[in-house]
């Protein structure tokens, strides 16, 4: 569910991103390929008490119109998603390309403010999706990078949300972590899932 979720929000933040930054307007087609997926193997997955992780390459191919102008979209996107058996722990990594030029991604997700990145999607998924109020940034391990991860608390439940993002060999990686505060080692999971992704 988890997967499914970021998947319909991160695009649904691309294109609105891409549209407010003029890339779907001018040019021709919008075509970008990730690389490969971020993922984590099985054992060190087994190890920090999650499933076997799922790996979906994604494939997103339509038109759309922005600003009157028709706009073909071809991009193509991994995603991987786990969790604990009990469901106390979800994690789903996406990975986007990163149109990269001279070393820089061009990708505008990796522009958009965390604070703002999560409420400003969730209200659009064709989804029942809960109230979630933002309670500040910290620090993980995003593969061997060190990032700024966005923290947010779910209205009325005892859940816990985590975005972190980061550059890896040209592709642009989303991570998110949804986990109850009633487990002690859940977010330590989390960041120890993060802290071992591979590109």
């Known amino acids: 569910m988890i997967g499914k979720l970021l998947q319909l929000a991160v695009v649904g933040l691309l294109l609105s991103a891409a549209a407010g930054g003029g890339w779907l307007v001018g ?3 919008l075509r970008g390929h990730a690389d490969e997926p971020a993922t984590v193997d099985a054992q060190t997955a087994q190890e920090l008490g999650f499933t076997e992780p799922e790996v979906e390459e994604i494939q997103l ?3 759309i119109e922005v600003q009157g102008v028709e706009k073909r979209l071809n ?3 991994y995603m991987m998603a786990t969790g604990t058996e009990t469901g106390a722990v979800q994690v789903a990594v996406m990975s986007l390309p990163g149109w990269t030029v001279a070393g820089v991604t061009m990708n505008p997700l990796a522009y958009v403010p965390l604070k703002q990145a999560v409420k400003h999607v969730l209200p659009n998924l064709p989804a029942e999706t809960p109230e979630v109020a933002w309670e500040g940034e910290s620090t993980v391990e995003l593969g061997e990078k060190e990032v ?12 816990r949300i985590v975005v972190a993002r980061a550059s890896m060999e040209g592709d642009l990686v989303f991570a998110v972590g949804i986990y109850s505060t009633e ?3 859940a977010r330590d999971r989390i960041e120890g899932l993060f802290s071992n992704l591979s590109h």
Do not use: R
């Open 61 to 63: 191919q339509e038109t």
């Open 148 to 159: 700024t991860a966005g923290e947010y608390a779910v209205e009325g439940e005892s859940a």
């Open 183 to 185: 487990s002690q080692d």
């Open 27 to 29: 040019g021709g087609p």
């Open 75 to 77: 991009v193509s996107a």
